[in-house]
Antibody, heavy 121, light 107 residues
Framework: QEQLVESGGGVVQPGRSLRLSCVAS????????MHWVRQAPGRGLEWVAL????????NYMNAVKGRVTISRDNSKNTLYLQMNSVRDEDTAVYYC??????????????WGQGTTVAVSS | DIQMTQSPSSLSASVGDRVTITCRAS??????LAWFQQKPGKAPKSLIF???SLESGVSSKFSGSGFGTDFTLTISSLQPEDIATYYC?????????FGQGTKVEIK
């Protein structure tokens, strides 16, 4: 059974850093592109970032460029999202999601259950 | 960025009704269109990809159609377990973008 389990969320002060993790199981992790998608309270879904199967290419939404880094460790079946200089508008549930292909061009097939980030002083 | 506009924003229908949700892209996206279902407090679930291909294990009461800029999601016979918010999403080009969602309720 394909599964994604996120962790690392919590309450963080504005301007501080946080790293989210997503552990994959039930599929061959290094054969798929991976995404982060977020959802602010009471709002819709917002795509955040993509990383290719081998980590060689990354793409980000404009609002997080320069503050957020997506990475992966294929030896640990784990996806990461390093969030720096967090802002109030980063408050959201963050979902890890698996693409259908290697390079993130075939759409999302599998979703994690989400981890909540709350930016608050 | 490509804007995705769903209509209606919410709808109320009776059990057994046929329900249709529309999604329009601000520019052509071929058939790179997905539909997701999100129940309250839960993660999204993939329903349809490639505008009309049903995700494995998803009920055949869900169907999708469209190409280019105009797309639809149809639920053939609404059931209580279909109560959710439905989102369309384009993956033709980055940044990927979602519609604002359509909340489906039982009348």
């Amino acid at each position: 059974q394909e599964q994604l389990v996120e962790s690392g969320g919590g309450v963080v002060q504005p301007g501080r850093s946080l790293r989210l993790s997503c552990v994959a199981s039930g599929f061959t992790f290094n054969k798929y592109g991976m995404h982060w998608v977020r959802q602010a309270p009471g709002r819709g879904l917002e795509w955040v970032a993509l990383i290719w199967y081998d980590g060689s290419n990354k793409n980000y939404m404009n609002a997080v460029k320069g503050r957020v880094t997506i990475s992966r460790d294929n030896s640990k079946n784990t996806l990461y999202l390093q969030m720096n200089s967090v802002r109030d508008e980063d408050t959201a549930v963050y979902y890890c999601a698996r693409d259908r292909g290697l390079r993130g061009v075939y759409g999302i097939a599998v979703w994690g259950q989400g981890t909540t980030v709350a930016v608050s002083s | 960025d490509i804007q995705m506009t769903q209509s209606p924003s919410s709808l109320s229908a009776s059990v057994g009704d046929r329900v249709t949700i529309t999604c329009r892209a601000s520019q052509g996206i071929n058939n790179y269109l997905a539909w997701f279902q999100q129940k309250p407090g839960k993660a999204p679930k993939s329903l349809i990809f490639g505008a009309s291909s049903l995700e494995s294990g998803v009920s055949s009461k869900f169907s999708g159609s469209g190409f280019g800029t105009d797309f639809t999601l149809t639920i053939s016979s609404l059931q209580p377990e279909d109560i959710a918010t439905y989102y369309c999403q384009q993956y033709n080009s980055y940044p990927w973008t979602f519609g604002q969602g359509t909340k489906v309720e039982i009348k």
